[in-house]
């Protein structure tokens, strides 16, 4: 049997290559990593204690083609921050971005059968003209590099993990190609699995100021699901005023803060101050006492001035400023108006940010949120821990992440639901296997 040879470039903890090897190793081929690309170092440590390499490459600038073995199939992860919503979406202006043109200098040197590519589902409307249109420009330059320059069959379709009995929703695009034909990337849905087919029991719970404040104020079942950050979010959403992190409030405090959080953010209240309208604005006493009555009302919103759920300030004005290549935006306080109350907004810099509910999923794992991430555990709450981590992916129970906590949770972040590759690769092996087959039949002498 044929020996399937691969190069697997920015290579996180591996998945693309765990559910590409075990695709093809079901089918009977025997699989050789013939080169590993990894930039971070905690990540190389993590991949040479669940693989072997044969050749292993730190920054893919560094390596010329002629020092590219030959392979059958190319894997990338490629970078995805430059198409992200976690990050600024420059696309190819970022230079992180063109790494996928590394990417496109190795297929066009080495010419091998095929390629697994995988990014954010952002890339599929990144830097797009018309929302009409199904793609944007940077995928349709990718595309147009893979197909009309190199010559490859090319598809792609965003895949969601939780179709994959996986208990978290995290979709991703994979672009695929062969040079024979088309990969049909359709599936069947499997089973809905729920957070708790995966969590490990009887650890120990967080106890902390931060946990005992929320157990003041709320029951552990009341508590699944939630979200804890001073940003909108409905009926999931607890704000520090709700658990009194920053001092205790009264109920009436509470009604006040949750109706100025919406009401600062209605286009009418611009038009009265006199500034552009923006997302949060400064009110004053006299606009507050128009959707709140209270005699009381000055010594409740100091008070929480005085605790720091609000701000006394100016409101912002738009600032327009000309510079040689374009124009800049951004705001400044404007003096010349009266003093507001405006809530302070933002994600708390706690130990927990959001609640797991072991009877749905999980949120798609990003790096920076993993490791405040909560399930209920023995009576109260805990992190997830690295072992349930890698089960949100899918990776075996081998599987091992040799690095602190923090660098683990990163990795996570970063890598992709092992068994929607195994879907990919699946489908991609049923095409090798017909071009192996049709191959050996054109060896074979006719007889006369």
């Known amino acids: 049997m044929e020996k399937i040879k691969f190069i697997d470039l920015f290579a996180g903890l591996g998945g693309i290559r765990l559910g590409f090897e075990k695709s093809f190793q079901d089918l009977g081929y025997e699989t050789e990593c013939v080169m590993t690309s990894e930039i971070k170092p905690y990540a190389i440590t993590t991949l040479t204690k669940n693989f072997s390499h044969d050749y292993f490459v730190e920054d893919i600038y560094e390596v010329d083609n002629e020092r590219i073995p030959d392979f059958d199939f190319l894997l990338a992860g490629f970078p995805c921050q430059p198409f992200s919503a976690g990050g600024k979406r420059q696309g190819f202006v970022d230079t992180r971005g063109t790494l996928f043109f590394e990417i496109e200098r190795i297929l066009k040197e080495k010419k091998p059968y095929g390629f697994i590519l995988e990014n954010v589902e952002g890339l599929v409307k990144h830097d797009i003209d018309n929302k009409q249109d199904k793609i944007g420009r940077t995928l349709s330059i990718i595309l147009d590099k893979l197909e009309n320059e190199l010559g490859y069959k090319v598809s792609w379709k965003v895949l969601d993990s939780i179709e994959f009995s ?109 500034i552009d309208w923006m997302d949060g604005m400064a009110l004053t006493l006299k606009q507050i006492s128009t959707f709140h009555k209270n005699d009381n009302l ?61 009877d749905d999923i999980a949120p798609t794992l990003v790096a920076t949120d993993v490791s405040r991430l909560a399930v209920p555990d023995n009576g109260g709450l805990r992190r997830l821990t690295i072992r349930e981590g890698l089960r949100l992916f899918g990776y075996p129970e081998w599987y091992k992440i040799p690095t602190k906590e923090t660098e683990a949770f990163d990795l996570l972040g970063n890598t992709v639901a092992v068994p929607v590759v195994e879907h990919v690769a699946n489908k991609l092996a049923e095409i090798y296997k017909r071009y192996l087959v049709y191959s050996t039949l054109k060896e074979i002498p006719v007889c006369s």
């Open 166 to 274: 996986l208990p978290q929703s995290r979709k991703r695009i994979f672009i695929v190609g062969t040079k024979d034909e088309k990969v049909d990337l359709t599936f069947t849905s499997k089973d809905f699995k729920p957070l708790n087919t995966i969590l490990e029991k009887g650890l120990e719970p967080i106890k902390s100021d931060f946990t005992e404040k929320l157990f003041n104020h709320f029951e552990l079942k009341e508590l699944y699901g939630k979200s804890i950050k001073d940003k909108r979010g409905g009926n999931n959403n607890i704000h520090s005023w709700d658990i009194g992190i920053k001092g205790e409030v009264s109920d009436e405090q509470i009604v006040l803060l949750n109706k100025l959080f919406k009401e600062r953010r209605k286009k009418h209240w611009a038009e009265k101050i006199g």
């Open 298 to 358: 000055k010594n409740l919103l100091e008070d929480l001035v005085k605790k720091r759920y609000l701000r006394f300030e100016h409101p912002k004005k738009l600032v327009h400023e000309k510079t040689e290549n374009n124009e800049k935006k951004y705001r400044v306080y404007d003096e010349t108006k009266p003093k507001g109350y405006n809530i302070v907004t933002g994600k708390l810099s706690f130990e927990i940010n959001k609640i797991l509910d072991p």
